[in-house]
């Protein structure tokens, strides 16, 4: 056997070995520098990125890509997947965290960002592009299927009603930043009043930041907040049955009386979990009378580009259906409980509909339901159309409360 073959064999035999052994993540830190923060903010990101690349093939294999790499696979767009918690929930602990924030001799705003990176995926992207870079002219751009860049033209969402739609804002009280520096929580409760109003602007139903810290204190949320795992916000949330669930953390950093703000907000569906916005905006570095009105006024302009993105988000989630959980009551049989799905597939506008669980005893049945309208729209259409059909002809609303639908068959 040739030498060739037995080091291809050896690779063979022991690569997959490496990439089990290749620890899921690990936190690297990335500098962009830009005038502007959006840019500087893509630049800290890739840079996170590239470093987490070097430390999987070493910086002379790097340097042999190194054009086509930044060309073709270290696009900002592309790359944010890589990055724990951009897609996901994570823990405190894994969250990315802005480590340094200031303006150079030169007027550039440089940031600094440690976040945690998914390490196998990415090295297994890394060797998908380097074979295809090997079989390929190095024109061609690698895009990964589950890249959520596309080079399809947008959809238009402008005239897509939201002012159904129900959101709490809150904070997390129990974030390590909070709990080792009481005046984070003050930024904090600033960040929540300022995305209210924005939210509130455009037709968006809020919940009083003063209400949901009372309802915070209460003994029976505070009992799950500790022995379950779910925090404060979402169970406020579950509580008033807001639609969405926004969690906001500012990054506030200040020198003298000269201020600049970094919101992060991640929007979730409450009734199932999936995320559908996750946003960080800065606004620019303000220097006023006192470093606290420099905050605010950096936090304001922050939750107006927060607000612009977060609303085109919704109307995506809006438009390609929104989440419904229904109850139905008084079922006599799971055959009936099976018929209701059937029934309610026909309806136009419905885009899923299963059933999630039942008590026979009961005779209650939950289903998770996807539909293109309103809740009132839902209504009216389902007791139109069902109570036409044998079975159904007692169907009756019970309750609407969010995106949160209660039928009786009784």
């Known amino acids: 056997m040739s030498v060739k073959k037995v080091i291809f064999h050896l690779l063979f035999l022991f690569l997959p070995l490496f990439l089990f052994s290749l620890e899921a993540e690990k936190d690297f830190v990335g500098e962009g520098k830009a005038k502007e923060f959006t840019e500087a903010r893509k630049l800290a990101h890739i840079d996170v990125i590239r470093n987490a690349l070097i430390y999987l093939i070493s910086f002379k294999e790097y340097d042999n890509y190194k054009e086509s790499l930044e060309k073709d696979f270290l696009i900002y767009e592309n790359i944010r997947r890589y990055i724990l918690g951009e897609t996901e929930k994570v823990s405190e602990e894994k969250k990315k965290k802005w480590i340094a924030n200031f303006r150079d001799s030169e007027g550039n705003l440089v940031l600094k960002l440690r976040a945690y990176v998914k390490l196998r995926e990415l090295k297994n992207d890394f060797e998908n592009w380097k074979t295809k870079f090997s079989s390929t002219s190095k024109s061609e751009v690698f895009t990964s299927s589950s890249s959520v860049a ?11 009603d939201i002012s159904s739609i129900t959101m709490l804002v809150f904070y997390n009280p129990k974030s390590p930043v909070i709990l080792q520096n009481p005046e984070e929580e003050t930024y904090a409760k600033w960040a929540v009043d300022n995305l209210n109003k924005e939210m509130a602007s455009v037709g968006i139903q809020t919940f009083d930041l003063e209400t949901m810290e009372k309802l915070s204190g209460e003994r029976e949320i505070l009992q799950q907040a500790e022995t379950g795992n779910i925090g404060i916000g979402l169970l406020l949330a579950q509580k008033v049955f807001a639609e969405l669930y ?6 506030v950093y200040y020198e003298g009386t000269k201020a600049h703000v970094i919101l992060n907000v991640k929007v979730f569906v409450r009734t199932t979990g999936n995320l559908i916005g996750s946003i960080e905006k800065g606004g620019q570095m303000y220097d006023s009378p ?15 580009k927060v607000k612009d993105e977060l609303v085109n988000s919704i109307k995506k989630y809006v438009a390609k259906g929104r989440a419904y959980f229904v109850r139905l009551t008084g079922v006599e ?21 299963k059933l999630k669980s039942g008590s026979k005893e009961d005779k209650t049945y939950d289903y998770d339901l996807q539909y293109k309208g309103s809740p009132s729209d839902f209504v009216d259409v389902a007791l139109e159309t069902l109570t036409q059909k044998p079975g159904f002809e007692s169907l009756d609303l019970k309750q609407i409360r969010g995106n949160e639908i209660i039928f009786s068959l009784e």
Do not use: L
């Not at 006192?290 to 107006?304: F, L, N, W």
């Not at 018929?339 to 597939?345: D, I, M």
């Open 333 to 353: 049989n799971y055959k009936q409980a099976s018929s209701f799905v059937q029934q309610v597939k026909k309806i136009d506008g419905v885009v899923s509909i």
């Open 150 to 160: 596309s080079s399809s033209k947008e959809e238009d969402y402008s005239s897509v």
């Open 246 to 251: 926004a969690e906001v953390s500012p990054s």
């Open 290 to 304: 006192t470093v606290h009105a420099s905050i605010k006024a950096s936090m304001r302009e922050a939750s107006k």
